[in-house]
């Protein structure tokens, strides 16, 4: 019973270490490129098995190593004071073992897709690790935290493919510009830590003002995108209405 409940609660720090819910949150995005690759016809099951297993396991990895880049800063921010590294619920070695694993499955799961797959998964890797360091040199790592989520229709039109297309680079544009306006909302949390460690973010280097029109500008961008993304396709009204309900829902 004991052993049982410490691997459950082991299990549910590594769930807690890479905010597992936000995965299930990022997916809808890829799932809308395999739709639209796929133009009405009924996906390939084993290409969506391996599509999904490789988002979610290139996000896990990502969001690990972004633990252990950011360790001392976590440590010293009363926000995140509490995270598993910090309260020693995961080691350091854990989370490394843990990032390994999980870019390894990435790798893996782009292999079995197709050769152009596997070969941009050590690019997409270098994207992902490399958000963990950007927000010390640049105010605009919000973007680059949206490209690299931003990158998942274009992985999916790859692996189904084999090859990008306006569609994939719209609705990477839309996932960006979505996600970099959320990051500017998140990053208030943190003005007074970051400008003290001398971390870089729109509301330390603009202020929370000037960084939300910012983020509202990011958004109305989103919708230009998805729609675009839609006309491309020629999915009309039904893809118009969605996404500006989309939309709409996100600023109330």
Request: glycine content about 2%.
């Given at each position: 019973m004991d052993r049982s409940r410490a691997l459950t609660a082991k299990l549910t720090s590594f769930i807690e270490l890479?905010?597992?819910e936000?995965?299930?949150?990022?997916?809808?995005?890829?799932?809308?490129?395999?739709?639209m690759v796929y133009d009405g016809h009924l996906p390939d099951p084993t290409k969506t098995f391996w599509i999904v297993l490789a988002m979610v396991s290139a996000r896990s990895a990502a969001m690990a190593?972004?633990?252990?880049a950011d360790y001392v800063y976590d440590t010293k921010?009363?926000?995140?004071?509490?995270?598993?590294?910090?309260t020693r619920r995961l080691t350091m070695k854990e989370a490394w073992i843990f990032t390994v694993l999980a870019a390894f499955a990435f790798v893996?799961?782009?292999?079995?897709?197709?050769?152009?797959a596997f070969l941009l998964s050590f690019?997409?890797?270098f994207v992902l690790f490399g958000y963990s360091y950007m927000k010390r040199f640049s105010s605009f790592s919000h973007l680059v935290l949206g490209f690299s989520?931003?990158?998942s229709p274009g992985g999916v039109w790859i692996a189904v493919t084999g090859h990008l297309s306006l569609t994939s680079l719209l609705l990477c544009g839309g996932v960006t510009f979505?996600?970099?306006g959320f990051d500017i909302f998140y990053a208030l949390q943190d003005i007074d830590f970051d400008s003290k460690e001398n971390l870089k973010s729109l509301p330390v280097r603009l202020g929370a003002k000037k960084a939300l029109v910012i983020a509202f500008f990011f958004h109305v961008a989103t919708i230009i995108f998805f729609l675009a993304a839609g006309l491309s396709e020629h999915m009309g009204g039904v893809f118009l209405r969605w996404s500006l309900h989309h939309r709409a829902n996100t600023f109330l």
């Open positions: 890479i905010k597992f936000h995965t299930i949150f990022a997916l809808p995005f890829a799932m809308i490129a395999l739709i190593f972004n633990r252990i921010n009363p926000r995140t004071e509490t995270r598993p590294l910090q893996f799961s782009a292999a079995m897709l197709n050769w152009a690019v997409a890797l989520l931003g990158m979505w996600v970099a």
